[in-house]
C-alpha cells in the first residue's frame, strides 16, 4: 500500500471576522503555504461575498494544488454552527438572519466545508499545530476584544445539543456586577478579563488615583497595551489593573477546572502579552478557589500559536478533525 505525503494535502482556513477576512492555504504539518486577506463589511450581501472570496482564492489554489490534494475549507466566524454549517444571527456581521455558510461554500468551491466559531477553531489548532498536541483534555480562553472558549475532552471539541457549547466568557462571575456592553447581562467573565473590560478597569482606578501614570493618557486612548505599557514602568495602578483581572479571570478558571478536570488551560490572545502581571494572579487565584483533588494538577500554559496565523490554522484544522 502507498504511503500518503501529508505534506500534499492541503486545507484553506478562513477566519471571518466583523471587518476582515484572513485565510490561508494550509498543509497537513500545519504550515501556511499561502495567505491573504479581503474585507467583510463591504458586502452586504452573502452571496457577493463569497464570489469575490472565490475569485480571490482560485489563483493561490491553482498555483498551490496542481501537485497537491485540496481536501477541504474550514471557517471560523462569530455565531457559526458547527452541526448546521451556518451563521446565525451574527451582531458584528452585515449579512442578517441565519445563512446556510458551508453549503454555498460547498457549491462554489467544490469540496468540503467544516464551520464552527473562532474560539473553538483556535482550540482545534492548538490540538493540532499548538501546545496541546497529545493532550485529550483542555480548555482554550481567548482573551481579545472579548473572551471566547472551547473545550477540548476526551480528545473532541464539545459542541452541546445546538452547536453552542463552551461561551465560558459570558459566564457569570460577580453577580450583579458590571454590565456588559453589548449582552447587557451583569458580571461577566468577558466584562471583567477581555481587553476591553481591563480597560474599563483602567478607567475606574485612575480615577481613584490622581498620581497614576494611567492619568497622562487622554480617555479615549486608554486600552489594555496602554496598561501594559505603564505596568513595565512600575505603574502600582496598572499592575493592580492586571492582578485585579487575573483575579476575576483565576477565580472563573477553578469553576472550568472543577466542572471538565481538564489537563491544562490555554491562554491565547492579545491580552495575554501582558505575561506575569496576569498570569501570576490568575494561577493564584485559579489554585487558591480549588478543591484539593484539583490544587497543582492543572497547567495553565501560553498558547504557542502566532496571533497572526493561529486563527488560519484553527480553521484549516477543521478539516481534518476526526
Not at 458584528?92 to 446556510?100: A, D, E, M, Q, T
Not at 482573551?143 to 452547536?163: A, F, P, Q, W
Not at 482606578?205 to 489594555?224: C, G, H, K, Q
Not at 483565576?250 to 496576569?278: H, R, T, W, Y
Amino acid at each position: 500500500m502507498a504511503l500518503i505525503d501529508l505534506s500534499k494535502q492541503v486545507a484553506l482556513g478562513i477566519d471571518i471576522g466583523g471587518t476582515n477576512t484572513k485565510f490561508g492555504l494550509v498543509n497537513h504539518r500545519g504550515e501556511i503555504l499561502e495567505k491573504g486577506s479581503i474585507r467583510t463589511d463591504q458586502y452586504g450581501e452573502v452571496e457577493e461575498y463569497i464570489e469575490d472570496l472565490y475569485k480571490t482564492v482560485a489563483p493561490l489554489l491553482k498555483q498551490h494544488c496542481s501537485h497537491r490534494q485540496f481536501d477541504g475549507i474550514g471557517v471560523g466566524a462569530p455565531n457559526a454552527n458547527y452541526f448546521r454549517g451556518t451563521i446565525e444571527h451574527a451582531p458584528n456581521l452585515r449579512w442578517k438572519g441565519i445563512i446556510p455558510f458551508a453549503d454555498m461554500m460547498t457549491k462554489k468551491f467544490g469540496v468540503p466545508c467544516k464551520m464552527t466559531n473562532d474560539a473553538n477553531a483556535a482550540a482545534l489548532g492548538e490540538l493540532l499545530f499548538g501546545a496541546a498536541r497529545g493532550m485529550k483534555d483542555f480548555i482554550m480562553i481567548t482573551l481579545g476584544t472579548g473572551v471566547g472558549s472551547g473545550i477540548v475532552s476526551g480528545g473532541k471539541l464539545i459542541y452541546g445539543n445546538d452547536g453552542f457549547a463552551g461561551e465560558l466568557g459570558h459566564t457569570i462571575v460577580k453577580p450583579g456586577g458590571r454590565k456588559h456592553w453589548s449582552t447587557g447581562s451583569e458580571g461577566s467573565l468577558e466584562a471583567y478579563a477581555s481587553a476591553t473590560g481591563i480597560a474599563v478597569t483602567a478607567k475606574k482606578m485612575r480615577a481613584e488615583f490622581p498620581e497614576s501614570m494611567l492619568n497622562e493618557f487622554p480617555e479615549e486612548d486608554i486600552d489594555s497595551k496602554v496598561v501594559f505599557e505603564c505596568a513595565k514602568k512600575g505603574d502600582p495602578t496598572a499592575i493592580e489593573v492586571f492582578r485585579y483581572t487575573g483575579q476575576k479571570l483565576g477565580e472563573a478558571l477553578a469553576n472550568f477546572v472543577m466542572f471538565s478536570s481538564p489537563e491544562a488551560i490555554l491562554l491565547f490572545g492579545g491580552v495575554i502579552k501582558a505575561g506575569d502581571f496576569i498570569l501570576k494572579p490568575t494561577k493564584l487565584h485559579m489554585e487558591r478557589n480549588l478543591l484539593p483533588i484539583f490544587r497543582n494538577k492543572v497547567k495553565l500554559v501560553f498558547s504557542e500559536l502566532d496571533e497572526a496565523d493561529a486563527a488560519i490554522l484553527g480553521a484549516s484544522a477543521l478539516v481534518w478533525e476526526k
